[in-house]
Nanobody
Framework: QVKVVESGGGLVQPGGSLSLSCAAS????????MGWYRQAPGKPRELVAT???????NYADSVKGRFTISRDNARNTVRLEMNSLKPEDTAVYYC???????????????WGQGTQVTVSS
């Protein structure tokens, strides 16, 4: 079955850096848009960044200039490089991948389980 798994979360001091990775695996024909979302305690889930298969990116204003999203189409992975981290970046970060399976041409969105990022001194 198709799986989307994040890794790389942890504790980092304000101003520090952290990188997150997400891998989609299983019977995948192709990966379309992939992206990162986050949800802080008591707040709704919000978009952080997305990237198309061709490399076009989109960032939330709150992370623009600080975060960088990239992908490896051959491995169906997406990466989020975070620097100049702020306490307000603390959240559970989720990977979302729009995928086509080998048995269906329908594009379906898949979510990872989430990884905790905590920015604190």
């Amino acid at each position: 079955q198709v799986k989307v798994v994040e890794s790389g979360g942890g504790l980092v001091q304000p101003g520090g850096s952290l990188s997150l990775s997400c891998a989609a695996s299983g019977s995948i024909f192709s990966a379309n848009v992939m992206g990162w979302y986050r949800q802080a305690p008591g707040k709704p889930r919000e978009l952080v960044a997305t990237i198309t298969r061709g490399g076009l990116t989109n960032y939330a204003d709150s992370v623009k200039g600080r975060f960088t999203i990239s992908r490896d189409n051959a491995r169906n992975t997406v990466r989020l490089e975070m620097n100049s981290l702020k306490p307000e970046d603390t959240a559970v970060y989720y990977c979302k991948a729009d995928l086509r399976s080998l048995v269906s041409t329908t594009l379906v969105g898949y979510w990872g389980q989430g990884t905790q990022v905590t920015v604190s001194s």
